[in-house]
């Protein structure tokens, strides 16, 4: 499934367009930006509710498909600064980290959930 397909089987909101036909491979859920740098495998949607400049920095080093802030959380300025410098699409959703993994799951499975 492609970045693009997901952001609208989820209704995410798109606060930065970047590779929308990139395709994703699975999902990783996690906070602590070390643990997310030594987890997260290449193609995966990001779950998270961090918004500060570092997550820029981890999604580029794990090579995620997108970044999704989870419970509506608002990026930093300087997060959304680095944006335009990110290679994958980011995006926000009021549904909480649990809810948007397993709705990927399904995505991904080929259900609708």
Same mark, same amino acid.
């Given at each position: 499934?492609? $970045?693009n397909? &997901?952001? #609208?089987?989820?209704s995410l909101?798109?606060?930065?367009?970047?590779? *929308?036909?990139? @395709?994703?491979?699975?999902?990783?859920?996690?906070?602590?930006? +070390? %643990?997310?740098?030594?987890?997260? +495998?290449?193609?995966?949607? %990001? /779950?998270?509710?961090? +918004?500060? /400049?570092?997550?820029?920095? $981890?999604?580029?080093?794990?090579? /995620?498909?997108? /970044?999704? &802030?989870? #419970?509506?959380? @608002?990026?930093? !300025?300087?997060?959304?600064?680095?944006f335009?410098?990110?290679?994958?699409? $980011?995006?926000?959703?009021?549904?909480?980290?649990? @809810?948007?993994? %397993?709705?990927?799951? *399904?995505? &991904? !499975?080929?259900?609708? !959930?």
């Amino acid at each position: 499934m492609k $970045v693009n397909e &997901l952001a #609208e089987g989820l209704s995410l909101e798109c606060l930065y367009e970047g590779d *929308g036909e990139r @395709e994703v491979e699975g999902c990783y859920c996690g906070d602590l930006l +070390s %643990w997310v740098m030594g987890r997260a +495998s290449a193609g995966d949607a %990001w /779950v998270t509710i961090m +918004s500060n /400049v570092n997550v820029a920095a $981890v999604a580029a080093l794990a090579d /995620v498909a997108c /970044v999704i &802030l989870a #419970e509506g959380v @608002e990026p930093d !300025e300087a997060l959304r600064g680095r944006f335009e410098r990110l290679d994958c699409a $980011v995006f926000r959703s009021g549904m909480a980290a649990y @809810e948007l993994a %397993w709705r990927i799951h *399904g995505l &991904l !499975e080929g259900r609708q !959930e």
